[in-house]
């Protein structure tokens, strides 16, 4: 078996990091450093050794070599906290890294504790070697600009932002998952199942009760600022719910955002209105009956959009004359001929809206009207709460049911062997047994073949998840990028946009829709990765990122 990628790698560190909520460089700085001892699959591990129940095969792999370095590194801190340790010893905050203190002592080695089952034994290095390979990789991650790496502000920015976000909990998936990770994370437990469990949620009959659940989030998410040490693992947590609310790809592009005074992470932000927005405008044309508050409501919205003054305005633009609906006000059959032609246009306009909606706040206002108007709301409100309900409908609602929204309207397999491997892909082949999407177009007609089955695993992965795309949107994928090594010069911060050379990705586009058209569609349900491009207007990118990522550039 081939050795993983420098990406392969990385991936693995970031994910463990995460589940311990421990900072990232030390894992590769202990593989740096150490590089010992040699593992089955032939990789080399991070100096980590069996201890009390851990048997030998739970760490000769590189990945359990990187699992249990990460939880023997939560369960030290946890010995040193316990032993008195305050938060300034654990972290540098002007340099935005532990200090050389916890680095000396991480250093030292470090035998658990008999009772501590889920910890192994790390064995001991030299400061003057850990402390470089350390900076290197925080380097890696945030680029030279040491302003990046002071971390003195952020402190106030992520309480600020935990006590704003606790009024606007919508409730919706994602932002549930968010608030259950931080309890997570917080509360150094590693599945978010264990999370929901440390709440104490009832159950009724075997099914976790929503409502208590999140009364319990927002309970939570209250006691936050009182509750803050400074402790690493209670930054992380809430470094890791910025990033998962506000649907940013990377801990290093929320520090980035916080850092800036015109922060584009927002607690309030409309966006997230527009799939369902787009999914409400698209049953329209069928439900749409020529009564009288529906042409109001529609000739108001077009009102709005087009950024008339007056009704009587938007009706001479949808092709009627004022004077002729005067002249003709007791004539019923010319009323209804106008009104015909009124719904025509309207209709019309309609059907275009997907295509040209450019997301500005004069449009996204009219079509909120629109809702407000047609469901027969009080207030704004009231409608945007109703579309908040629709995006978690939508998110939720299987694929052909009739709550789910319509497809974006426009517009022989060779066999596979019972395993791929690198030594077997046919180019024509179907990476998925029935399935659409070859080899050929996850490997750029062969120009990059996977080196590794680590590789081929993920190309599949993504394989699965993109027919599902497909399906959603109900029209085929053209993949302009798959799987490609990544340039040897690109420092890792370079690449976080990108998980092409770890093969999980794919960047494509549909013939007869725009980028945002897709956006749309895939937004409320895919629990991954999801981007989209202002200079390249009819591409999408996807990655089987196993949190929720959004972004745009």
Not at 530 to 550: M, T
């Given at each position: 078996?081939?050795?993983?990628?420098?990406?392969?790698?990385?991936?693995?560190?970031?994910?463990?990091?995460?589940?311990?909520?421990i900072?990232?460089?030390?894992?590769?700085?202990?593989?740096?450093?150490h590089n010992?001892?040699?593992?089955?699959?032939?990789?080399?591990?991070?100096?980590?050794?069996p201890a009390?129940?851990?048997?030998?095969?739970?760490?000769?792999?590189?990945?359990?070599?990187?699992?249990?370095?990460?939880?023997?590194?939560?369960?030290?801190?946890?010995?040193?906290?316990?032993?008195?340790?305050?938060?300034?010893?654990?972290?540098?905050?002007?340099?935005?890294?532990?200090?050389?203190?916890?680095l000396?002592?991480?250093?030292?080695?470090?035998?658990?504790?008999?009772?501590?089952?889920?910890?192994a034994?790390?064995?001991?290095?030299?400061?003057?070697?850990?402390?470089p390979?350390?900076?290197?990789?925080?380097?890696?991650?945030?680029?030279?600009?040491?302003?990046?790496?002071?971390?003195?502000?952020?402190?106030?920015?992520?309480?600020?932002?935990?006590?704003?976000?606790?009024?606007?909990y919508?409730?919706?998936?994602?932002?549930?998952?968010?608030?259950?990770?931080?309890?997570?994370?917080?509360?150094?437990?590693?599945?978010?199942?264990?999370?929901?469990?440390?709440?104490?949620?009832?159950?009724?009959?075997?099914?976790?009760?929503?409502?208590?659940?999140?009364?319990?989030?927002?309970?939570f998410?209250?006691?936050?600022?009182?509750?803050?040490?400074?402790?690493?693992?209670?930054?992380?947590?809430?470094?890791?719910?910025?990033?998962?609310?506000?649907?940013?790809?990377?801990?290093?592009?929320?520090?980035?955002?916080?850092q800036?005074?015109?922060?584009?992470?927002?607690?309030?932000?409309?966006?997230?209105?527009?799939?369902?927005?787009?999914?409400?405008?698209?049953?329209?044309?069928?439900?749409?009956?020529?009564?009288?508050?529906?042409r109001?409501?529609?000739?108001e919205?077009?009102?709005?959009?087009?950024?008339?003054?007056?009704?009587?305005?938007?009706?001479?633009?949808?092709?009627?004359?004022?004077?002729?609906?005067?002249?003709?006000?007791?004539?019923?059959?010319?009323?209804?001929?106008?009104?015909?032609?009124?719904?025509?246009?309207?209709?019309?306009?309609?059907?275009?809206?997907?295509?040209?909606y450019?997301?500005?706040?004069?449009?996204?206002?009219?079509?909120?009207?629109?809702?407000?108007?047609?469901?027969?709301?009080?207030?704004r409100?009231?409608?945007?709460?109703?579309?908040?309900?629709d995006?978690?409908?939508?998110?939720?609602?299987?694929?052909?049911?009739?709550?789910?929204?319509?497809?974006?309207?426009?517009?022989?397999?060779?066999?596979?062997?019972?395993?791929?491997?690198?030594?077997?892909?046919?180019?024509?082949?179907?990476?998925?047994?029935?399935?659409?999407?070859?080899?050929?177009?996850a490997?750029?007609?062969?120009?990059?073949?996977?080196?590794?089955?680590?590789?081929?695993?993920?190309?599949?992965?993504?394989?699965?998840?993109?027919?599902?795309?497909?399906?959603?949107?109900?029209?085929p994928?053209?993949?302009?990028?798959?799987?490609?090594?990544?340039?040897?010069?690109?420092?890792?911060?370079?690449?976080?946009y990108?998980?092409?050379p770890?093969?999980?990705?794919?960047?494509?586009?549909?013939?007869?829709?725009?980028g945002?058209?897709?956006?749309?569609?895939?937004?409320?349900?895919?629990?991954?990765?999801?981007?989209?491009?202002?200079?390249?207007?009819?591409?999408?990118?996807?990655?089987?990122?196993?949190?929720?990522?959004?972004?745009?550039?």
């Amino acid at each position: 078996m081939a050795q993983l990628s420098p990406d392969q790698r990385n991936a693995l560190y970031l994910s463990e990091a995460v589940r311990s909520g421990i900072h990232k460089p030390i894992l590769a700085a202990l593989y740096a450093v150490h590089n010992q001892p040699t593992l089955s699959d032939r990789e080399t591990g991070l100096g980590i050794s069996p201890a009390n129940r851990i048997a030998v095969h739970q760490v000769d792999t590189f990945p359990g070599q990187v699992h249990y370095a990460a939880s023997t590194i939560r369960s030290l801190i946890n010995s040193l906290t316990a032993k008195g340790w305050s938060s300034r010893d654990f972290w540098d905050m002007k340099q935005g890294r532990y200090s050389d203190r916890f680095l000396q002592t991480v250093a030292d080695g470090y035998i658990p504790h008999a009772s501590d089952l889920a910890a192994a034994r790390l064995e001991s290095c030299t400061l003057f070697e850990l402390l470089p390979a350390y900076l290197s990789d925080i380097e890696n991650d945030l680029g030279a600009d040491p302003l990046k790496a002071d971390l003195s502000e952020l402190e106030p920015a992520l309480l600020s932002f935990v006590e704003r976000i606790a009024p606007t909990y919508s409730r919706l998936g994602f932002q549930q998952a968010a608030l259950i990770e931080t309890v997570r994370l917080w509360r150094k437990l590693d599945t978010q199942a264990a999370a929901i469990e440390n709440l104490k949620i009832p159950m009724n009959e075997g099914v976790i009760d929503q409502d208590a659940l999140d009364q319990a989030l927002i309970r939570f998410l209250r006691s936050l600022p009182d509750a803050y040490g400074g402790y690493p693992h209670q930054r992380e947590a809430l470094l890791r719910l910025v990033q998962l609310w506000c649907q940013q790809d990377s801990r290093e592009s929320v520090i980035e955002a916080l850092q800036q005074s015109d922060s584009p992470l927002s607690e309030v932000n409309l966006t997230i209105l527009d799939p369902a927005l787009i999914a409400f405008i698209q049953r329209l044309p069928q439900a749409y009956k020529g009564q009288g508050p529906q042409r109001f409501a529609l000739t108001e919205a077009y009102r709005m959009w087009c950024e008339l003054d007056t009704r009587t305005s938007a009706l001479e633009t949808l092709g009627v004359d004022p004077e002729f609906l005067t002249a003709n006000a007791d004539n019923p059959e010319a009323l209804v001929n106008t009104a015909t032609q009124v719904d025509k246009a309207l209709l019309s306009f309609l059907r275009r809206l997907p295509g040209v909606y450019e997301e500005t706040d004069n449009q996204r206002q009219a079509l909120i009207y629109l809702v407000q108007l047609w469901r027969e709301y009080d207030n704004r409100i009231v409608a945007i709460q109703s579309l908040l309900d629709d995006l978690k409908q939508i998110g939720q609602a299987p694929r052909h049911s009739p709550e789910a929204p319509r497809p974006p309207l426009p517009y022989l397999r060779p066999s596979r062997p019972e395993r791929w491997t690198p030594s077997n892909l046919q180019l024509d082949a179907a990476i998925v047994d029935e399935g659409s999407l070859t080899w050929a177009e996850a490997t750029q007609g062969g120009v990059y073949l996977p080196p590794n089955q680590t590789t081929i695993d993920a190309i599949i992965r993504i394989a699965r998840l993109a027919e599902a795309v497909r399906d959603r949107l109900g029209r085929p994928l053209h993949i302009t990028r798959w799987y490609h090594p990544a340039h040897p010069n690109l420092p890792m911060h370079g690449r976080r946009y990108y998980r092409h050379p770890l093969g999980d990705a794919i960047t494509f586009y549909c013939y007869g829709l725009t980028g945002n058209q897709i956006y749309w569609a895939l937004d409320p349900w895919w629990s991954g990765e999801l981007g989209r491009y202002h200079q390249f207007p009819k591409l999408i990118y996807v990655s089987a990122q196993d949190y929720r990522i959004r972004w745009e550039k």
